[in-house]
């Protein structure tokens, strides 16, 4: 088979051809990011019921939603949380690997089943059910110049105008604004009024309820009603309430003597903000912060670009005042990470070219090996894409050590090739082909011992296996395609390039040789003595090794090597009870003391 290629190197050059245009049209679909996809999947499960305190929250809507979705297929295991303002979020986490699309599915067949036990309040606002993602590409920021918008106001206008664009985008998987919350119609009741009027807050959330809603008004002039009317009109009636006025206007009853008793007798009405319990502040002043999720599989530094490009668009549409920012971007992490990854790949190629071109001396020899290269791990890159891997850290590193097991096939061909050539008895064709005849069986060897030490990689289980299992992949792709190389490629080149080398002239050479000559000298003469005294040999042997094996033990060792990432996230915890204005003083202590 070797042959064929040798007498058929435009075959084993297109054959080549298709491997690197695999790998560079993979190139532009792999996505991109720090390490693999290792953190597990959720689902998230949200609930309002208005009015309701924590526990009550925890025992109608959390207790049966939580007995139905538990044992879900998959599930590793779930956490919920219940809010006095009668929130209530459900989070449960499945193995990795888990299909994330099929797990939204599955839940949220299992809280339909639960809906029948939950408040009507509760179905009324609506259950949601969606895929959540950890993974915060960037957070953005509003602010407001010389504070001449509150908090409140930069939130709204967030949720409103902003998330729906940036949700919009390729690769985003969620927009989630944090701040002030949403604009609400906020009624305080006072108290003491409904004790002398003999109400209860039951009573006017009725009211509310029935006259604060959207109805169909019917029509009029239907032909049942006058059979000659030429015309037909759709009666629109006054549906929801706007404004404080409209609120304050809502009937409560009608009282002896016909007097009408109306909301706005007996609380205050205003448009304030739907939860009081969290603000945002950027530098000290109010801010809306907007944290913008990447969707799995999408790559992340091209969803920071459409992020950034989408806003460059929209700032020139924000109210007067009104400023952007970007307060995080995890992408300039992997951006420096991927290029310090990049540097040390192409130093490693230029360090292996040189170090091939000192040893062979000859150029047409150090073409064959920078061909072959490059063709291996470009195809590998096509193998990554099948096997759904991203450009990572591991993956490029696994590339890099993948140079040598590439480079070490192919030096291998050239090597014995120019054997023979230098002999003078074999063209070029023959000397290869006599070449190959020595290497096919030990280049297949080395193939298969190394994806005996690769492959196995992929049967650890847990986040340590889904981690690594990329980086030894990758490199078992490389040894795979670098061994089809070696039989294809390279051999064809051989016969192409090779001649016969003469004695180095380069002054460099010539130097090298001489040190390589007298370091070979003392190799030999060390080894001689090893060989005339083998019992110290094993002796130093077990000592180095029981050296290695003690400072092995106590090793410093960890998961993932601590990194810089260009930030830190301060965490303080107060007393339970604390009210947001206790919260923000410590909030403002704290970033004086940063400042």
């Known amino acids: 088979m070797v042959k064929f290629f040798i007498n058929r190197p435009i075959f084993a050059t297109v054959l080549a051809l298709i491997i690197v245009v695999a790998g560079l049209v993979t190139l532009n679909v792999l996505p991109i990011a720090q390490y693999p996809d290792i953190t597990p999947p959720t689902v998230q499960v949200s609930a309002v019921y208005p009015g309701a305190d924590a526990q009550t929250v925890a025992q109608t809507v959390g207790l049966p939603i939580e007995q139905q979705v538990n044992g879900v297929d998959g599930m590793l295991y779930m956490s919920s949380n219940s809010s006095s303002s009668g929130a209530y979020s459900l989070t449960i986490t499945f193995a990795v690997g888990t299909d994330i699309d099929m797990a939204t599915v599955m839940v949220q067949n299992r809280v339909s089943i639960a809906q029948s036990s939950l408040p009507e309040a509760v179905i009324v606002q609506g259950i949601t059910t969606k895929k959540q993602s950890s993974n915060i590409v960037m957070m953005l920021s509003l602010t407001s110049r010389d504070s001449l918008y509150d908090g409140l106001y930069l939130s709204n206008y967030a949720s409103l105008n902003l998330t729906d664009q940036l949700a919009r985008l390729p690769g985003v998987g969620s927009v989630s604004v944090m701040g002030a919350g949403n604009y609400s119609m906020r009624i305080w009741l006072d108290p003491e009024v409904m004790r002398i009027r003999n109400l209860t807050p039951d009573m006017v959330f009725q009211a509310i309820s029935t006259q604060n809603r959207q109805v169909s008004a019917g029509y009029v002039g239907q032909p049942i009603a006058e059979a000659n009317n030429p015309y037909q009109y759709t009666l629109t009636v006054k549906g929801r309430l706007t404004t404080p006025e409209e609120f304050g206007n809502i009937i409560l009853r009608t009282e002896q003597g016909g007097k009408i008793l109306r909301l706005k007798d007996i609380a205050r009405i205003e448009l304030g903000s739907s939860s009081y319990n969290v603000t945002s502040r950027l530098r000290g002043q109010q801010a809306a912060a907007i944290a913008i999720y990447q969707l799995p599989g999408s790559n992340s530094l091209e969803v920071s670009k459409a992020v950034r490009a989408k806003m460059e668009e929209i700032a020139s549409t924000l109210p007067q005042g009104v400023e952007y920012g970007v307060t995080l971007d995890t992408t300039e992490v992997i951006n420096a990470s991927i290029d310090e990854v990049l540097v040390t790949f192409l130093e490693t190629t230029a360090l292996v070219v040189l170090v091939i071109f000192l040893f062979l001396q000859n150029f047409r020899a150090v073409i064959i090996p920078c061909l072959s290269i490059p063709v291996s791990l470009i195809g590998t890159l096509a193998v990554m894409g099948a096997l759904g891997f991203s450009v990572n850290t591991l ?149 180095v090794s029981a050296t290695a094996a003690v400072m092995f033990m106590r090793w410093p060792s960890t998961f993932i090597p601590e990194e810089d990432d260009g930030y830190f996230i301060i965490s303080s915890q107060l007393p339970p009870a604390s009210s947001l204005p206790r919260t923000e003083a410590v909030s403002q202590k704290i970033n004086k003391i940063l400042d």
């Open 395 to 543: 993956t490029l590193f696994g590339l890099i050590l993948a140079i040598a097991i590439v480079v070490d096939d192919a030096i291998i061909v050239v090597e014995n090739s120019s054997r023979y050539m230098d002999t003078g008895k074999y063209t070029a064709r023959e000397a290869v082909t006599k070449a190959m005849s020595e290497l096919v069986g030990p280049v297949i060897g080395v193939v298969l011992v190394l994806l005996a030490v690769f492959i196995p990689t992929t049967f650890i289980g847990g986040i340590s296996g889904q981690l690594y299992k990329q980086f030894a992949l990758t490199i078992a792709a490389a040894t795979v395609l670098s061994g089809i190389n070696s039989l294809t490629l390279t051999p064809a080149l051989c016969a192409l390039f090779l001649r016969v080398t003469n004695d180095p002239k380069f002054v460099v050479f010539k130097a090298f040789n001489k040190v390589y000559d007298k370091t070979q000298k003392i190799y030999d003469d060390v080894v001689d003595r090893m060989l005339k005294h083998q019992l110290v040999t094993l002796i130093i042997f077990l000592i």
